[in-house]
T-cell receptor
Framework: TQLLEQSPQFLSIQEGENLTVYCNSSSVFSSLQWYRQEPGEGPVLLVTVVTGGEVKKLKRLTFQFGDARKDSSLHITAAQPGDTGLYLCAPSTKAAGNKLTFGGGTRVLVKP | NAGVMQNPRHLVRRRGQEARLRCSPMKGHSHVYWYRQLPEEGLKFMVYLQKENIIDESGMPKERFSAEFPKEGPSILRIQQVVRGDSAAYFC????????????FGSGTRLTVV
C-alpha cells in the first residue's frame, strides 16, 4: 500500500504572494495528476506529469515531477483569490491500473 | 458536450431508508469510479466499474452498499438502510479506456441522513 502525503494541509496567504504545495510518497509512480476542487464542486484536472524531472507550466501554476518519480510539487506565482480551493494529487501506478488514489489535499485560501 | 452528470445534487434521507445516487458518464467514457468525501477531507475510493462489470470494489463497505453500471442507463450507487455516518458527498468520475488522461468528475451528490 502506497503512503501518500500532501503538505501543508492548509495554507492561507494574501493575494499576490507565492505558494508551493507538495505531494510525497515512498513509492515510484508511473505518472501523477493534480486536481483543484472548489467548494461544492467536483475536482477538475489541472495537469498530468509523466517523466521524472518534468516541469509543466499552466499560466501562473508550475508543476514539477521529482527525478525519481516519487514526489511532485505545485507552485503558484502571484496567487489570486480565484486560486482558492483544495489541491489534490493523484499518482498512478501500474499495479493500480485505472484506479486513482488521492492524497488528503492541501486547502489553499487566498485572501484579497 | 455534457460532462459527467450526477443526480440528485442533494439528497436527504431518514435513518433506515435507501439512497440511490445516479451518474451518467461523459460521452465516450466507459469507465466509472465512485468516491466518497467527508467534510474537510480528501476523496476516498469506493468502486470502479466498466459497462456491466465491477472491476474493483475494494473501497466499498461490505454491507448495505452496492453499485452497478448497466449496459443501458446511468451508473447507480445504492446505499440501503442508511445511517448518519453515511452522510457525505459522493462523487462520480469517468474516463476513457485509460486513466492516464485523467478523470472527469461530476458535481457530486450530497447525502444527508437525518
Amino acid at each position: 500500500t502506497q503512503l501518500l502525503e500532501q503538505s501543508p494541509q492548509f495554507l492561507s496567504i494574501q493575494e499576490g504572494e507565492n505558494l508551493t504545495v507538495y505531494c510525497n510518497s515512498s513509492s515510484v509512480f508511473s505518472s501523477l495528476q493534480w486536481y483543484r476542487q472548489e467548494p461544492g464542486e467536483g475536482p477538475v484536472l489541472l495537469v498530468t506529469v509523466v517523466t521524472g524531472g518534468e516541469v509543466k507550466k499552466l499560466k501562473r501554476l508550475t508543476f514539477q515531477f521529482g527525478d525519481a518519480r516519487k514526489d511532485s510539487s505545485l507552485h503558484i506565482t502571484a496567487a489570486q483569490p480565484g486560486d482558492t480551493g483544495l489541491y489534490l494529487c493523484a499518482p498512478s501506478t501500474k499495479a493500480a491500473g485505472n484506479k486513482l488514489t488521492f492524497g488528503g489535499g492541501t486547502r489553499v485560501l487566498v485572501k484579497p | 458536450n455534457a460532462g459527467v452528470m450526477q443526480n440528485p445534487r442533494h439528497l436527504v434521507r431518514r435513518r433506515g431508508q435507501e439512497a440511490r445516487l445516479r451518474c451518467s458518464p461523459m460521452k465516450g467514457h466507459s469507465h466509472v469510479y465512485w468516491y466518497r468525501q467527508l467534510p474537510e477531507e480528501g476523496l476516498k475510493f469506493m468502486v470502479y466499474l466498466q459497462k456491466e462489470n465491477i472491476i474493483d470494489e475494494s473501497g466499498m463497505p461490505k454491507e448495505r452498499f452496492s453499485a452497478e453500471f448497466p449496459k443501458e442507463g446511468p451508473s447507480i450507487l445504492r446505499i440501503q438502510q442508511v445511517v448518519r455516518g453515511d452522510s457525505a458527498a459522493y462523487f462520480c468520475a469517468s474516463s476513457p479506456g485509460t486513466a492516464n488522461y485523467g478523470y472527469t468528475f461530476g458535481s457530486g451528490t450530497r447525502l444527508t441522513v437525518v
